[in-house]
Structures are given as structure tokens and as C-alpha cells.
């Protein structure tokens, strides 16, 4: 995830409640919606689906990064995690 600072500011209680139920899948769907938790659990929610609905939720844009690559995924949480990432993002799409 890469975040801009002010959104980080004015988010603190959403994010506290979207940490605290990363590990429970309905517990997160239930913070997105009855819509979101009918399409999770019937098997229709789509991934632009829930790229939409989370970027009404934050007030911003959000996407998913699709990838086989797991070494994709790891903690940006310092300048030099940022310059990692660009790079490998740079690596990836050649």
C-alpha cells in the first residue's frame, strides 16, 4: 500500500478498524457493506467492484496490484522501501 501523509492523518480511525480486522475476512467485508459481504460470500464480488468500493470508503483511488510474483509484496514503511519499490515496479513492466 502507499499512502500520502495527510491521507494517513485524516484516516486514523478507519485504518485502525480496517488493521484490526485484516485476519477476518467477514469482519472486513462487513466494514465495506452489505452489498460487498453478499457478493464475498456468493462468490460475485469482482475485483474492480471492490477497487470502487474502497476507494468511496477512503475518499480516494485505490487498486489492486495482480501479480504471480509474490516477492511483489512486502512493508514500505521507509524512503528506502519506497525507492525498492519503484524499482521493482520499473523491473516488472520492462
Do not use: C
Not at 500500500?1 to 495527510?6: F, Y
Not at 475476512?25 to 465495506?32: E, Q, S, V, W
Not at 469482482?46 to 512493508?75: C, M, N, Q, Y
Amino acid at each position: 500500500m502507499v499512502a500520502a501523509r495527510d491521507f494517513l492523518a485524516r484516516s486514523e480511525d478507519l485504518i485502525q478498524r480496517l488493521y484490526s480486522s485484516r485476519k477476518n475476512p467477514l469482519k472486513l467485508a462487513a466494514l465495506f457493506g452489505l452489498p460487498f459481504l453478499l457478493g464475498l460470500l456468493t462468490g460475485r464480488l469482482t475485483i474492480p467492484k471492490l477497487e470502487k468500493r474502497a476507494s468511496a470508503i477512503i475518499g480516494g483511488r485505490v487498486s489492486a496490484v495482480i501479480s504471480t510474483h509474490a516477492e511483489l509484496g512486502f512493508d514500505v514503511d521507509k524512503m528506502e522501501d519506497l525507492e525498492l519499490a519503484r524499482r521493482t515496479a520499473e523491473h516488472w513492466r520492462g
